[in-house]
């Protein structure tokens, strides 16, 4: 039970970090690629930034924030918003905004450079998202009846059926057999893939995630 439980918080909070990463790397990305403005200098800079530094000197500039006499408990009390601190440190809420800090980057530039390679409209990538999708859902039904008739635990064997490794691996590999011009629906798919595996596949691992 314990076991089931830590799973599930994980995939939660996976879950939660990409979403909010996607929500702000992909507006974001989509600008920088389209913009002409001076400013696309500075943001880049902005986002390049937080990897001139370690993690751990970003993970001691959020207990500054979050701490209970931080900087943000500190400015509230000084408001007369509260007159206690707030609980922010040890939560998960300090978990998601310290991974998503870390990783926005990392959602932002495979991003950027698929729309900045060519006239990128998502539209034109529609069958292949929806391709996509059923193979994820295809190889999960039919990982699902191996499963059954091996006599194996489905949530233990199916995951693994479903998601391939389309990020780290796929997206270099994409760009070495297709050009430059691979990377943009490389990039689709990996979206589709990690949107199937921290719903359906966190489901699957665990019902109540």
Aim: aromatic fraction near 10%; include cysteine.
């Amino acid at each position: 039970m314990l076991f089931r439980s830590i799973l599930g918080r994980t995939f939660k909070v996976a879950t939660i970090v990409t979403l909010a990463s996607l929500l702000i790397g992909y507006p974001l990305a989509l600008f920088l690629a389209r913009t002409r403005s001076a400013w696309r200098g500075v943001l880049m800079f902005l986002v390049i930034a937080p990897l001139m530094s370690g993690v751990i000197v970003r993970t001691y500039g959020w207990i500054v924030l979050l701490g209970s006499e931080g900087l943000i408990n500190a400015t509230l009390k000084w408001a007369g918003i509260i007159e206690h601190s707030l609980q922010l440190m040890n939560t998960q809420f300090a978990v998601v905004i310290a991974m998503v800090h870390i990783l926005v980057p990392y959602m932002v530039f495979p991003i950027f450079s698929a729309l900045a390679s060519r006239d990128f409209s998502i539209a034109d990538t529609r069958w292949l998202l929806l391709a996509s999708a059923l193979i994820v859902l295809g190889s999960g039904v039919l990982a699902w009846g191996v499963a059954r008739v091996a006599g194996v635990q489905a949530r233990t064997f199916v995951p693994p059926m479903m998601f391939n490794n389309c990020g780290n691996m796929g997206l270099p590999i994409s760009v070495l057999a297709f050009g430059p011009s691979g990377l943009a629906p490389a990039v689709a798919m990996f979206v589709v893939s990690n949107a199937i595996h921290f719903t359906l596949g966190a489901r699957i691992v665990d019902p109540r995630a």
